[in-house]
Antibody, heavy 121, light 108 residues
């Protein structure tokens, strides 16, 4: 399974941003969670959210009002949209496939290489 | 930040045992996962469900968890184990995935 992020690189503050994660070697309707994680420079990883193969989403409460994760089965990719960006959204954004046990037991089995997004004027 | 606490760095000689801890009141009753990340590379899962090894990870890697601390143990450390190791769990109070800041493992 391989995942590859693609994104805008540079975003102006207050503008929305979108990232795409293209998946190969698995179908995004296969029964896993598909998620996004970001890492601001010098900071720890921050979970953004998941989307289940059914379309059910689970978001970080601190980002929930600005985040949308969507599935695109016809092209086997999923996407992240983040509204009203600020410099605090500057980060390396990773997509990943997550497996799970009971609710709350999630682990990322596969990760993309990451896509750097800088929010700056 | 809701992140879990990890030591900034751990150094061990080849062949020795490295112990990396991950603590915090967010550990709770859910499992803890461990990843390693080498410079310029994507993170790699090395333990999941607290104690389970993914395919391809040697049995030198093991995990455990007490009430408020999870531990990654790497026995017989090799030069190739040098990386940043970070833990990941679940904050049941806030319903979110949480990560540790990461521990740099240096092989002397």
């Amino acid at each position: 399974v391989q995942l590859q992020e693609s994104g805008p690189g540079l975003v102006r503050p207050s503008e929305p941003m979108s990232l795409t994660c293209t998946v190969s070697g698995d179908s995004i309707t296969s029964g896993h969670y598909w998620g996004w994680v970001r890492q601001p420079p010098g900071e720890e990883m921050e979970w953004i959210g998941f989307i289940f193969h059914t379309g059910t989403t689970l978001y970080n409460p601190s980002l929930k009002s600005r985040v949308t994760i969507s599935l695109h089965p016809s092209t086997n990719h999923f996407s992240l949209s983040l509204a009203s960006t600020t410099a605090a959204d500057t980060a390396l954004y990773y997509c990943g496939r997550s497996n799970y046990g009971d609710f709350g037991d999630f682990w990322f089995e596969y990760w993309g290489q990451g896509s750097l997004v800088t929010v700056s004027s | 930040s809701y992140g879990q606490t990890q030591p900034q760095s751990v150094s061990v000689a080849p062949g020795q045992t490295a112990i990396i801890t991950c603590g915090g009141d967010n550990i709770g009753s859910k499992s803890v996962q461990w990843y390693r990340q080498k410079p310029g590379q994507a993170p790699e899962l090395v333990l999941y469900f607290t104690t389970d090894l993914p395919s391809g990870i040697p049995r030198r890697f093991s995990g455990s968890k007490s009430a408020d601390t999870a531990t990654l143990t790497i026995s017989g450390v090799e030069a190739g184990d040098e990386a940043v190791y970070f833990c990941q769990g679940w904050d049941s109070r806030r319903d979110l995935v949480v990560f540790g800041r990461g521990t740099l493992l240096t092989v002397l």
